[in-house]
């Protein structure tokens, strides 16, 4: 196998173009940059068309495996030059591989199958955000993150790197307000709506299971159409001068209380 060298390289142009939300769109498929998430895109059974490979910067054996894994799978192995890689890839500092993955389109569904909770949020901006998200909806053993009106890419490269390769076993789902609040009246969850003007304290909340917290987007929040879904709107307290979290951080907050009102199983792994 030759060493491309070239940026200029037709493979490479192809894949450089998946930074381009339309190009993802259209082809169905997102980079993951870093052995960790070519790593997680493999455990979590991720369909991985190619393997971008910088054979210099390979210091592991696990990385070598991966790169076996992913070929014995079906995957094409691309081996370009660090200077190829780096113009692929999103973040500063060199990666050894990454790849390219078929994206995941997930449905509602129709009926409660065990979900403890899920997230849902309204027209969110930052993929940073997004992908911060779906892997704490992961890490609390979420189902997964509802997103309605016109949101983020969760295919972006931020949101997926954000998400530490949560995005390929989490469900993530795309749907119109109109069709998600019909959806909340047939599924019959408790909806719990975040705000720093709610009613509860979200440590005094009732969280039935299945339980979809709500937000609103960074900027203004629950809209009245939004608050009027919620069967609680709960507050999270603020001891300092600043009246509100950032978007992620009170999710979190209030799924890990959704977690310690319903423990169920013990931790599948320790938290790093």
Same mark, same amino acid.
């Given at each position: ?80 030059? #660090?200077?190829?890689? @780096? ?8 990666? =050894?591989? /990454? !790849? &390219?993955?078929? +994206? $995941? ?43 309605? #009106?016109?949101?983020? @890419? ?8 954000? =998400?530490? /390769? !949560? &995005?390929?076993? +989490? $469900? ?43 937000? #609103? ?16 709107? &709960? ?38």
């Amino acid at each position: 196998m030759s060493l491309i060298t070239s940026r200029a390289n037709a493979q490479v142009k192809a894949i450089r173009a998946l930074r381009n939300k339309r190009e993802r769109d259209r082809s169905g498929l997102l980079f993951a940059g870093g052995p960790r998430l070519v790593g997680e895109a493999l455990r979590q059974g991720a369909q991985i068309e190619t393997v971008v490979v910088v054979p210099e910067r390979l210091r592991v054996q696990t990385e070598r495996d991966a790169i076996g894994a992913a070929r014995a799978q079906g995957a094409a192995v691309l081996e370009v030059s #660090g200077d190829v890689y @780096d113009s692929l890839a999103f973040r500063g500092e060199p990666e =050894s591989m /990454g !790849a &390219v993955v078929r +994206q $995941r389109h997930d449905m509602l569904p129709e009926t409660p199958a065990g979900e403890l909770s899920w997230v849902a949020v309204h027209e969110i901006q930052h993929p940073g955000n997004l992908g911060t998200l779906i892997r704490t909806s992961d890490a609390a053993g979420g189902a997964g993150v509802i997103l309605t #009106g016109t949101s983020t @890419d969760p295919y972006h490269p931020i949101c997926v790197r954000g =998400s530490l /390769g !949560a &995005v390929f076993c +989490q $469900r993530v789902v795309q749907t119109t307000q109109e069709e998600f609040a019909v959806w909340l009246k047939h599924y019959g969850a408790t909806v719990v709506g975040t705000s720093p003007a709610g009613g509860i304290d979200y440590r005094e909340a009732v969280y039935r299971p299945p339980v979809v917290v709500l937000s #609103g987007n960074e900027r203004i929040g629950l809209s009245d159409d939004q608050l009027a879904l919620c069967d609680q709107v &709960v507050r999270i307290p603020m001891y300092g001068a600043v009246d509100s979290l950032n978007l992620s951080v009170a999710t979190a907050l209030v799924l890990y209380e959704v977690r310690r009102a319903n423990p169920g199983d013990r931790p599948a792994i320790a938290a790093r």
